[in-house]
């Protein structure tokens, strides 16, 4: 059993503990109030095997019970966790997602154990100390963003880290799908995005100064209905998933498999495979109305994959906007007259222009764009929001300009880059972001007025994978930076500099036997490293 003061993320206000316990055990019920949704089957199956225990459902006024309830006078998110003599442990939730939050805080009080996937402890006794927990996030969006482009990441790994999530109270995971290195989601109309475009031939092993790769396959992709599964299996821990499909830069995977997407009158398109190596990419889609038709398909089935109403944010998607290579369209006359034709300035502009269209695409059909801050460049789409990930400036700007926007700089939350500046960290890229970097992350800009940083919906940790082959080198970048992330999206922290770095320590040691005890091949706060 845990104390209330080493939960993380950390919540808005304790009474107690007291001196006194309620007990769960064999016969303790669920007994949840209609509409509470789908926290009752969660507790019953990852609370009830962790802990050896039925938690059958009981009636609303049984006594020794865990009880699930909605109290509109809550915030939507927002829950009450009371445990008190004679009434068991009460769950009140402003909304069927602040109950699941509430279940989330209930099982760090229980402890390691009920972390786990089968009882390690048969008949032991689960008791929880007398307080009352009074709990609400300061962010609605609360993001991790995974790259299962770079490398895949089968499906059973994403709905790991969709657990994961959820015990950090995280509810958006930015899904990316789509890369120069490959494409990792099933369309039907175009086959060949996958049968080609989820495939390199080689694997590269070497980094920067000494590159070499081995004739090794990699890839992998998700069915249709991987996809749904995925997307359904969040929805019931209150996480939308928002996808992106990154154009029209990092899109090389989508070029090898349709050749007639690239700039075919600057170069020979039918050449290019799927990418094996890092960094930026010249291939660009070409700006033809072709392209936009074969986007306007793809993103016909992304929205059939991903309905709007999944979870809060769910009608947002993701359209990558990064890190548009304009080499090419400089030196094509397809391009060239596409930007006469449309009285654009320049190669920023048609970059707009490209991302205009999906906006009014995606808005005609109910639904929200989102893109990386490189989409300000030339004009933003009324409607769109940004994700800022070159520092505060885009966020400022976007927010400034009444966009709606998510802060990720990579000066403090990209979890590809190294968490200490020893040279002997296994995954060897970037600069350094420690476990402190990433605590002290202020996501509101100070320059903002109070009403311009209204547009700040909340912040993401992004895990980039290059350089990560496997769940394990994936765990060890993203924990325990995430645990950190999780709090500065979640809890009411003061100005970085008066952040209590060393009480988040102290919580993290109990954090660290919940990781333990969910297999969590997290970066040790003292080493030894794993790979070394
Ligand atoms: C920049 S962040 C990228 C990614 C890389 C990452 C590596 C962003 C929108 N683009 O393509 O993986 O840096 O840190």
């Known amino acids: 059993m845990t104390s209330p003061t080493e939960l993380i993320p950390a919540p808005r ?20 109030a209609p509409g509470t ?9 990852t609370l009830g095997p962790a802990l050896g225990l039925p938690l059958r459902p009981g009636p609303e006024d049984a006594r020794d019970c865990v009880r699930l309830r909605l109290d509109d006078a809550l915030e939507p998110e927002a829950y009450r966790l009371a445990v008190v003599a004679d009434r068991g442990v009460e769950i009140t939730g402003g909304s069927p997602a602040g109950v699941f939050w509430g279940a989330q805080t209930l099982r760090q009080l229980l402890g390691p154990d009920a972390f786990r996937k089968a009882p390690v402890r048969p008949g032991e006794k689960y008791r929880v100390p007398h307080q009352v927990i009074e709990d609400g996030p300061r962010f609605r969006w609360r993001g991790f963003m995974l790259d299962v482009a770079r490398h895949f990441m089968p499906k059973d790994g994403v709905l790991r880290y969709l657990d994961l999530m959820a015990a950090h109270k995280l509810n958006v995971f930015h899904f990316h799908l789509t890369d120069d290195q490959g494409w990792r989601v099933e369309i039907k109309r175009y086959p060949r995005l996958t049968e080609v475009g989820s495939w390199r031939a080689r694997t590269k092993i070497g980094h920067r100064a000494s590159p070499l790769w081995e004739d090794k396959p990699h890839g992998g992709y998700y069915t249709q209905d991987d996809i749904r599964e995925i997307v359904a299996y969040a929805a019931e821990r209150h996480i939308a998933v928002v996808p992106e499909i990154d154009v029209p830069g990092h899109s090389q995977a989508a070029i090898a498999a349709y050749p007639e997407l690239g700039n075919t009158d600057v170069i020979d398109t039918s050449a290019l ?66 930007i006469a034709e449309l009285g654009l300035r320049d190669e920023d502009g048609l970059q707009s222009w490209f991302i205009g269209h999906f906006d009014a695409w995606l808005s005609a059909r109910g639904r929200r764009l989102i893109g990386w801050d490189e989409i300000l460049e030339g004009g933003l789409a009324a ?33 590809d880059h190294r968490q200490d500046a020893g040279v002997d960290e296994p995954v060897p890229i970037g600069w350094v972001r420690t476990l402190e970097d990433v605590y002290r992350f202020e996501p509101v800009p100070p320059e903002l007025t109070p009403e311009e940083a209204r547009h700040v919906l909340g912040t993401q940790a992004n895990v980039w994978t290059e350089v990560m082959e496997d769940h394990a080198r ?31 320590q102290r919580r993290m040691a109990a954090h660290y036997r919940r990781l333990d005890a969910l297999g969590v091949a997290y970066r040790p706060p003292t080493g030894p490293l794993p790979w070394q």
Request: negative net charge; proline residues 6%; hydrophobic residues 40%.
């Open 273 to 338: 495979t799927v990418w094996d190596t890092w960094g930026i990419n010249p291939n660009v889609l070409a700006p033809t109305d072709d392209t936009l038709r074969f986007y306007e398909g793809v993103f016909e089935e992304v929205l059939g994959l991903f309905p709007a109403h999944a979870a809060e944010f769910s009608a947002f998607v993701h359209v990558g906007g990064d890190e548009c290579p304009k080499g090419q369209w400089r030196r094509s006359a397809t391009a060239q007259a596409r």
């Open 474 to 504: 994936v765990d060890y970048q993203t924990f325990p930076r995430l645990a950190a992330l999780a709090e500065v999206a979640w809890s009411d922290l003061p100005a970085p500099e008066e952040r209590d770095f060393a009480d988040f």
């Open 383 to 415: 409607g769109a929001a940004v994700s800022s990930w070159r520092g505060y400036a885009g966020g400022v700007a976007a927010a400034r300009a009444g966009h709606d926007v998510v802060m990720c700089p990579e000066q403090q939350v990209y979890l």
């Open 13 to 32: 206000a304790v009474e107690g503990p007291g001196r006194g316990t309620v007990p769960l055990t064999g016969d303790t019920a669920l007994c949840a």
């Open 37 to 45: 949704g789908g926290t009752e089957r969660w507790l019953r199956t």
